[in-house]
């Protein structure tokens, strides 16, 4: 008897350390090579997160929350009426100051997930990403859009740590069902400096880039000189010899003439 108790509080331990995983996850380095970049996330879609709350007969979507490390904690999602948050990109400071509502999508389905190994067949690999994976901060004209009335997902900010989570919301009373933990903190990318981005193939830096410049320069500037002095060269000697030609010339006709023993 004692050992069965032993058992049950194992599985729940088990359980409760499963449902404790269950967050949102960036997605897999050989699905998202460059991830994350200056101002996106790639993340996972909660595939079968949710498959114990869902019930027959309702309609369910997903809401994606995102926010800045540094914003103040949030210790829940829920309004007084059990209505999701429904703050924007905007009336947070773009996550400074709590999370927004960063995406709206449905609830993807656990029983035919797209196969990740149709990612090789160039015709499919668009397809599965899309349906496999969301991009944070993949719209950048939301914000200035008047007529744009969809949940905004504008660029994230380069260099910063952003937390996400994922909402299952019944979209027939708009009433939160169950959530993901936070996720883990993901950093976006820092921008470079101009002179430090490598654009040749040699990785060289900035700075080297900046004296091979230089040098070159001063190699064309050194055969200009080179030319010049050599066309110069090349002027005086011809304009030498046509005076040594006049001169000769000039001599020869002011000789006097032999007279002849008859004159």
């Not at 997902?153 to 260099?159: H, I, K």
Request: charged share 20%.
């Amino acid at each position: 008897m004692c050992s069965r108790w032993v058992v049950l509080v194992f599985c729940c331990l088990g359980q409760l350390r499963a449902d404790q995983s269950l967050k949102p996850r960036t997605a897999a380095p050989h699905l998202v090579t460059n991830n994350p970049t200056l101002s996106t996330v790639a993340l996972e879609k909660p595939f079968c997160m949710f498959d114990s709350s869902l019930s027959p007969n309702k309609s369910y979507v997903i809401y994606l929350y995102a926010m800045k490390e540094s914003a103040s904690a949030v210790s829940s999602l829920v309004t007084n009426k059990s209505k999701p948050l429904d703050s924007t990109f905007q009336q947070t400071s773009g996550g400074q100051l709590g999370p927004y509502k960063a995406a709206l999508f449905n609830v993807p389905s656990c029983a035919s997930p797209p196969k990740l190994t149709d990612v090789r067949d160039a015709n499919k690999v668009s397809d599965v990403l899309a349906r496999y994976l969301f991009r944070v901060g993949n719209d950048g004209t939301c914000l200035y859009d008047p007529n744009f009335l969809a949940v905004c997902n504008p660029p994230l900010a380069p260099d910063t740590t952003y937390r996400f989570k994922y909402v299952l919301v019944d979209s027939t009373e708009g009433t939160l069902k169950d959530q993901t933990l936070w996720s883990d903190p993901v950093k976006t990318r820092r921008a470079k400096l101009p002179l430090k981005i490598d654009t040749w193939p040699g990785r060289r830096s900035g700075g080297m880039i900046v004296i091979t410049s230089v040098l070159s320069v001063l190699v064309f500037l050194l055969l200009a000189a080179f030319l010049a002095s050599v066309s110069a060269a090349v002027v005086g000697s011809e304009d030498s010899s046509a005076e040594t030609r006049c001169v000769s010339q000039t001599i020869q006709h002011g000789e006097p003439r032999p007279q002849l023993g008859s004159e």
